[in-house]
């Protein structure tokens, strides 16, 4: 009887809950609040205590091909929550995950990625032809004039030839 006693009261203490709660961003939206863009290569990813040891995140050096927008030079190194240190890992829900090789368009505020995973686009070769395309994690309309759906599953989700991602990203930076 004891027990089931202590059970209903541990049972029913309020326990804070932490989430994460990740916006859904529109790509002109996107663009806008960027103040780099950013095609390049990742060389070099690894996780790196922080706050004291009480979490992981990773750091991520990407080799620069390309600026649409502001310019952080030819390498830079930026900071994703998240990551690995030996058998440590802190796990980060919405964060994008890096591997050296990765070929990324990122779109930077403040050195961090916008949206977390919503700001980081994959890069790779198109299985037919073998030329570069860009893997959207959301809907990107390729006509920047109109408003686009954010839905989760849409079928229009598919990849975009790196050069048209780029016209896109360039027509919203002179709207």
Same mark, same amino acid.
């Given at each position: 009887?004891? /027990?089931?006693? &202590?059970?209903? =009261?541990?049972?029913?203490?309020?326990? %804070?809950?932490?989430?994460? !709660? *990740?916006?859904?961003?529109?790509?002109?939206?996107?663009?806008?609040?960027?103040?780099?863009?950013?095609?390049?290569?990742?060389?070099?990813?690894?996780?790196?205590?922080?706050?004291?040891?009480?979490?992981?995140?990773?750091?991520?050096?990407?080799?620069?091909?390309?600026?649409?927008?502001?310019?952080?030079?030819?390498?830079?190194?930026?900071?994703?929550?998240?990551?690995?240190?030996? /058998?440590?890992? &802190?796990?980060? =829900?919405?964060?994008?995950?890096?591997? %050296?090789?990765?070929?990324? !368009? *990122?779109?930077?505020?403040?050195?961090?990625?916008?949206?977390?995973?919503?700001?980081?686009?994959?890069?790779?070769?198109?299985?037919?032809?073998?030329?570069?395309?860009?893997?959207?994690?959301?809907?990107?309309?390729?006509?920047?004039?109109?408003?686009?759906?954010?839905?989760?599953?849409?079928?229009?989700?598919?990849?975009?030839?790196?050069?048209?991602?780029?016209?896109?990203?360039?027509?919203?930076? &002179?709207?």
């Amino acid at each position: 009887m004891r /027990r089931l006693l &202590t059970w209903a =009261v541990l049972v029913s203490i309020p326990v %804070a809950v932490r989430a994460t !709660v *990740l916006v859904p961003i529109e790509f002109r939206e996107l663009v806008t609040l960027s103040n780099v863009i950013v095609h390049g290569h990742v060389t070099d990813a690894h996780g790196e205590w922080t706050d004291g040891r009480g979490t992981v995140e990773t750091l991520v050096t990407v080799n620069a091909a390309d600026y649409l927008k502001g310019d952080l030079g030819s390498t830079f190194t930026i900071h994703v929550p998240g990551g690995q240190l030996g /058998r440590y890992r &802190t796990v980060f =829900v919405g964060a994008p995950e890096f591997h %050296a090789g990765d070929e990324v !368009v *990122l779109f930077l505020r403040a050195g961090r990625i916008i949206g977390l995973s919503q700001g980081a686009f994959r890069v790779v070769p198109d299985a037919q032809s073998g030329r570069p395309t860009v893997v959207s994690p959301i809907v990107m309309s390729l006509t920047p004039d109109t408003a686009e759906a954010i839905v989760r599953g849409d079928a229009r989700r598919k990849p975009v030839a790196l050069d048209a991602f780029r016209d896109v990203v360039r027509h919203l930076l &002179t709207e």
